[in-house]
C-alpha cells in the first residue's frame, strides 16, 4: 500500500503523527499536573467553544456515551468548573455550563502548552517560524 503514495505523502503523514504524538503525550503530562483527564479537559474546552450544552449534545460533542459523559461532568461540577442547570422552560431538561474557574483551567493549561512550544521553537529562527506557520494555516485551510 506505501508505494501507492507519493514518499513526499509517505513523510508528511509520518511527522505530523510524530508531532501529534508528541503534542497529546505532553498535554497529557500538562493535564495531570491539574488533576484533570484529557476527556474532562475536551469537555471544558467545547463547553467554552460552544457554550450552555445538554449532557446529551455533550456526549455526542465528545464521540462518548451518555452514562460516561454524565459521570465526567458529575467530577467536573465537584471540582466546581461547571454547573448543571435546569432549563426553565422544560425542567427534565437539563444543561451544563462552564464556570469561570473552568475558563481559568483552560487558559492556564493552554498557556503551558504554549510555553512548551514557544521553548520548542526557541531554536527556530522568527523566519522559520513564519514558513511553519503559513504553511500549517495552509495545510489547515486544505483539510477544511
Do not use: W
Not at 53 to 58: C, M, S, V
Amino acid at each position: 500500500m506505501k508505494d501507492t503514495f507519493p514518499q513526499r505523502v509517505v513523510d508528511i503523514e509520518h511527522h505530523l503523527r510524530r508531532i501529534s504524538a508528541t503534542v497529546r503525550r505532553k498535554g497529557r503530562m500538562l493535564l495531570e499536573q491539574y488533576s484533570i483527564t484529557p476527556p474532562q479537559f475536551d469537555a471544558l474546552v467545547i463547553l467554552d467553544r460552544d457554550g450552555v450544552l445538554t449532557i446529551g449534545d455533550l456526549s455526542n460533542r465528545l464521540f462518548l456515551a451518555y452514562s460516561t459523559t454524565t459521570d465526567l461532568v458529575d467530577r467536573l461540577e465537584r471540582a466546581c468548573f461547571v454547573v448543571r442547570e435546569r432549563d426553565v422552560q422544560d425542567r427534565r431538561v437539563v444543561r451544563v455550563r462552564l464556570l469561570d474557574k473552568g475558563r481559568d483551567l483552560i487558559e492556564k493549561v493552554l498557556d503551558a502548552r504554549r510555553a512548551y512550544l514557544a521553548g520548542v521553537l526557541s531554536s527556530v529562527s522568527p523566519e522559520e517560524q513564519d514558513v511553519i506557520l503559513r504553511i500549517l494555516e495552509l495545510l489547515n485551510e486544505k483539510m477544511d
